[in-house]
């Protein structure tokens, strides 16, 4: 099983921009999908963006689509989420997951490793 440690959250204003990081660690993440979720306070963990480690292919949540991207670095072993654009209504904890699942999922209960999450606040 992969250890998932996320890094970048912080407080930023309405319209700026953040780069979280999740280190992937303890086996290549070759094979494996990437998801972010957020959780924000009192609700249920969501899925934000997601990535194939080997193929590439990315995908998103409706609200963040066109403002985050995802993207990993082989060399680094690192999934990024470049969020663009933010919003009050981003402000939440933001977790990296990662499962040895061949297609996107979305899902919280298909991921077995998480991070331990990074506070994301965006302020009006």
């Known amino acids: 099983q992969v250890q998932l440690v996320e890094s970048g959250g912080g407080l930023v204003q309405a319209g700026g921009s953040l780069r979280l990081s999740c280190a992937v660690s303890?086996?290549?993440?070759?094979?494996?999908?990437m998801e972010w979720f957020l959780q924000a306070p009192g609700k249920e963990r969501e899925f934000v963006a997601g990535?194939?480690?080997?193929?590439?292919?990315?995908y998103y949540s409706d609200p963040v689509k066109g403002r985050f991207t995802i993207s990993r670095d082989n060399a680094q072993n690192t999934v990024f989420l470049q969020m663009n654009s933010l919003k009050p209504e981003d402000t939440a904890v933001y977790y990296c997951?990662?499962?040895?699942?061949?297609?996107?999922?979305?899902?919280?209960?298909?991921?077995?490793?998480w991070g331990q999450g990074t506070q994301v606040t965006v302020s009006a």
């Open positions: 303890g086996h290549t993440p070759s094979g494996y999908i």
């Open positions: 990535i194939n480690w080997t193929t590439y292919i990315r």
């Open positions: 997951a990662a499962s040895r699942g061949k297609s996107a999922s979305r899902s919280v209960a298909d991921f077995g490793s």
